[in-house]
C-alpha cells in the first residue's frame, strides 16, 4: 500500500482571504491521503474540509486542534483507533500557547496501525530565546523522541511531521531517537522551505524547517518540496513537504 502525507504550516490569518484561492488550488490539485498542518484557524479548517470531503479529521475540543494543528486523512484508506495530545514543552509564551505534539493512530484496511503526529516547534525569535540564550528546540526534540517511542510500537509504524524551525539540532536529535527524515533517507538534498517569495513581504535568508521524519515497518519512497502558486500568491509562506509511503512488510 502507498499513500501520500503532506505537511504544511498555513500561516494562521496572515494575508487572509487573500491566500484562500491559493489553499483551495493547493488541495485541488495534490488532494493528499493524510494532510497535517500547523498554524491552523478556523476559517482555514472550514476550507480544507471542504476540498477534502472525502477526509477526516480529528475531532477534538481541546483547542490546540482548532487553533494550531489538526491532521486530515482519507476515509477510503484509514480510520481512526485513537488520537491524543502530549505536551513537549512548546508552550512558552502567548504565541505558543496551543503548540503540542499532536496524533492519531489510524488503522489500514487490513488493520495494520500507524501513528501519524504533528508539532510546531518554537520560533528562534521569542522573548525567551533572545534574553536567556538557550535553544528551546533542542528540549523540544528530545521530548517529541521520547513521546513518540511511548506512542508507538516496536515495529509500528510512526510519522511525525511538521514546523520545526531550524534544522541542525532537531535532525541529531531525531535520529538519535531512531526516526529517519524524508530526504535523508532518499539522499535528497532540500530546498529552503521557507519563505514563499514574494508572498512573505520581507528579504530574508532561506531556511528549511520543515519536514517528516518516520521509523518502523515503513518506507519514504519519494519527498518533495512544493513551491506552489495560485497567480502571484502561495497558499502560505511556507511550501508544503509532500511525501509518498509504503509500508514495509518483512
Known amino acids: 500500500m502507498r499513500f501520500v502525507v503532506m505537511t504544511h504550516n498555513i500561516w494562521a490569518d496572515n494575508r487572509w482571504p487573500e491566500r484562500e484561492p491559493a489553499l483551495r488550488a493547493l488541495l485541488s490539485s495534490r488532494r493528499p491521503d493524510i494532510y497535517a498542518v500547523q498554524e491552523l484557524r478556523p476559517a482555514s479548517k472550514a476550507v480544507i474540509d471542504e476540498m477534502l470531503p472525502g477526509h477526516t479529521r480529528v475531532e477534538d475540543s481541546e483547542r490546540g486542534w482548532t487553533h494550531e494543528s489538526s491532521i486530515w486523512w482519507d476515509s477510503a484508506l484509514f480510520t481512526e483507533v485513537e488520537h491524543g495530545s502530549v505536551d513537549i514543552g512548546i508552550g512558552v509564551d502567548e504565541i505558543h ?28 525569535g521569542t522573548q525567551r530565546e ?11 526534540s528530545e521530548a517529541a523522541g521520547a513521546a513518540l517511542a511511548e506512542l508507538g510500537g516496536p515495529e509500528e509504524p510512526v510519522l ?35 519563505p514563499t517569495v ?32 495560485e497567480g502571484d500568491i502561495a497558499p502560505s509562506d511556507h511550501k508544503p513537504v509532500v511525501t509518498t509511503y509504503g509500508f514495509d512488510i518483512r
Not at 505534539?101 to 528562534?124: E, I, K, N, Y
Not at 514574494?198 to 519512497?221: K, M, Y
Open 160 to 194: 511525525f511531521m511538521g514546523d520545526l524551525n531550524e534544522s541542525w539540532h532537531v535532525l541529531r536529535v531525531l535520529h538519535e531517537a531512531g526516526l529517519q527524515d524524508s530526504y535523508s533517507a532518499l539522499g535528497v538534498v532540500p530546498p529552503p522551505t521557507w
Open 97 to 124: 500557547r496551543d503548540r503540542k505534539l499532536f496524533w492519531v493512530r489510524l488503522a489500514a484496511q487490513d488493520g495494520s496501525t500507524m501513528v501519524v503526529s504533528t508539532a510546531h516547534f518554537c520560533f528562534p
Open 198 to 229: 514574494p508572498t512573505w513581504p520581507q528579504v530574508t535568508a532561506p531556511w528549511v524547517i520543515d519536514f517528516q521524519f518516520f521509523r518502523g515497518r515503513i518506507r519514504a519512497l519519494t519527498t518533495e518540496v512544493v513551491d506552489f502558486f
Open 130 to 140: 533572545l534574553t536567556e540564550h538557550v535553544n528551546p528546540r533542542i528540549a523540544q
